[in-house]
């Protein structure tokens, strides 16, 4: 079966279990009339730039930036961006396709997902949807986030998806300077950052598995095979 035949549907599929599921009508939109957010929780990222996933980035940014997610909305990474394409400006880059090192359309729109799980873990927002790299492809030296802090996300098939739970709207806002990449959570009143902790533990010599804290709490378990490749 053709690649595009079994990305609709999984598309389908997806449509209809939101729709069961009671959240496909809940999805964030775009909004004409923001909300004044004066505050904002930091976070921020070392960002190993090509012109490439710079190009990536800066159209999945300007998409999500114009989402404002009013309380018990749900932001879906990929209702926001849609499909990944050349008709989008999009461009092959680098990324993690079936566990192999691989250019593809959007590629490095992983990091962007990643830090947008991770300050909503700083946040308690709820996490509805979101999946862990199945390979751990990076060593402690070239490592620029912490080993469970990471959403992949593959079109049609995984989503990231988090429900503000918050009283007040939010936002997600983000600059590049330089090699940094940074994110800001924007919301009406001061929410506390939480501590969020990942520790590992290694199952055999291949598997290790992550368990996320919030303030000492687990709250989700990643496991990940350990590979890393000479081109790393």
């Given at each position: ?29 775009n909004q004409n009339n ?121 079109y049609g098939y995984k ?28 919301h009406a009143s001061v ?42």
């Amino acid at each position: 079966m053709p690649y595009y035949i079994k990305v609709r549907l999984h598309l389908v599929k997806s449509i209809v279990h939101s729709v069961i599921n009671g959240q496909y009508f809940s999805f964030a939109t775009n909004q004409n009339n923001k909300s004044s957010l004066p505050n904002s929780l930091k976070l921020e990222q070392e960002l190993k730039p090509n012109e490439a996933k710079i190009k990536n980035l800066s159209i999945a940014i300007k998409r999500i930036e114009s989402i404002q997610i009013n309380p018990n909305e749900i932001f879906s990474f990929w209702h926001t961006i849609g499909n990944p394409s050349k008709n989008k400006g999009f461009v092959g880059s680098r990324s993690l396709v079936n566990g192999k090192l691989e250019n593809s359309l959007g590629g490095g729109l992983c990091q962007l997902s990643g830090l947008i799980y991770y300050i909503s873990l700083h946040a308690k927002l709820e996490i509805l949807e979101r999946h862990s790299h199945s390979i751990d492809i990076y060593t402690d030296e070239t490592r620029f986030t912490p080993l469970g802090s990471d959403a992949t996300v593959a079109y049609g098939y995984k989503d990231l998806k988090i429900r503000n739970n918050l009283k007040g709207p939010i936002r997600f806002q983000f600059s590049i300077e330089g090699n940094r990449l940074i994110i800001n959570l924007m919301h009406a009143s001061v929410i506390q950052k939480n501590k969020v902790e990942f520790k590992e533990k290694a199952l055999d010599k291949e598997t290790v598995e992550v368990d996320t804290l919030i303030n000492h709490e687990i709250v989700t378990k990643s496991k990940y095979k350990r590979l890393v490749p000479n081109t790393v």
